[in-house]
T-cell receptor
Framework: GDSVTQMEGPVTLSEEACLTI???????????LFWYVQYPGEGLQLLLK?????DKGSNKGFEATYRKETTSFHLEKGSVQVSDSAVYFC????????????FGTGTKLQVIP | KAGVTQTPRYLIKTRGQQVTLSCSPI?????VSWYQQTPGQGLQFLFE???????NKGNFPGRFSGRQFSNSRSEMNVSTLELGDSALYLC?????????????FGPGTRLTVT
């Protein structure tokens, strides 16, 4: 079945540092890929998405590129802020029919001033 | 456009009781999914409803059930509560059509079982 693997956290960075959170997936066909963010005490919010190979999703300074050859969708940001502290989830929705969304385990990011 | 709403936001129940949680999706969304989130297990898929039919189901015991109404609002029910059912229950809605699985989450219902 489909699966998503993302790097273990927590990740602690200083403000203005570069961020990379690794995400790899296993799926048949051509899934859509997503990054969601969860701030403390809240539900998940869609951060960005990509629906086909080589697509780059971007939002709020975050970027991720759909790499089919390496089955990866790594999340990157050039300069993190304290307000980026949250839990980040990589997810996919399978292709070929009505598929549920599969989430990774989440990576907690803490940005310190 | 109003977001996904969940009621109640917080709930305390005793072991053995049952509970019903409610979710109102974004207007026009026909798919509603439910997830259980715990520190130990992360985000686990419970089930998805689309146009009043359960379309997908996760690996949870039969104590967990749900339904969807004609207006797309959904409820989930947990019977014979156990301590391990304490969790944040998240509801997400989407258009649900083939290939359109961008999900919008509600704030969740925090269930505590004592």
């Amino acid at each position: 079945g489909d699966s998503v693997t993302q790097m273990e956290g927590p990740v602690t960075l200083s403000e203005e540092a570069c961020l990379t959170i690794n995400c790899t997936y296993t799926a048949t066909g051509y899934p859509s890929l997503f990054w969601y963010v969860q701030y403390p005490g809240e539900g998940l919010q869609l951060l960005l998405k990509a629906t086909k190979a080589d697509d780059k999703g971007s939002n709020k300074g975050f970027e991720a590129t759909y790499r089919k050859e390496t089955t990866s969708f790594h999340l990157e940001k050039g300069s993190v802020q304290v307000s980026d502290s949250a839990v980040y989830f990589c997810a996919l929705s399978g292709s070929g029919g009505y598929q549920k969304v599969t989430f990774g385990t989440g990576t907690k990011l803490q940005v310190i001033p | 456009k109003a977001g996904v709403t969940q009621t109640p936001r917080y709930l305390i129940k005793t072991r053995g009781q049952q509970v019903t949680l409610s979710c109102s999706p974004i207007s026009g969304h026909r798919s509603v999914s439910w997830y259980q989130q715990t520190p130990g297990q992360g985000l686990q898929f419970l089930f998805e409803y689309f146009s009043e039919t359960q379309r997908n189901k996760g690996n949870f015991p039969g104590r967990f059930s749900g339904r969807q109404f004609s207006n797309s609002r959904s409820e989930m029910n947990v019977s014979t509560l156990e301590l391990g059912d304490s969790a944040l229950y998240l509801c997400a809605s989407s258009l649900g059509d083939r290939g359109l699985y961008e999900q919008y989450f509600g704030p969740g219902t925090r269930l505590t079982v004592t």
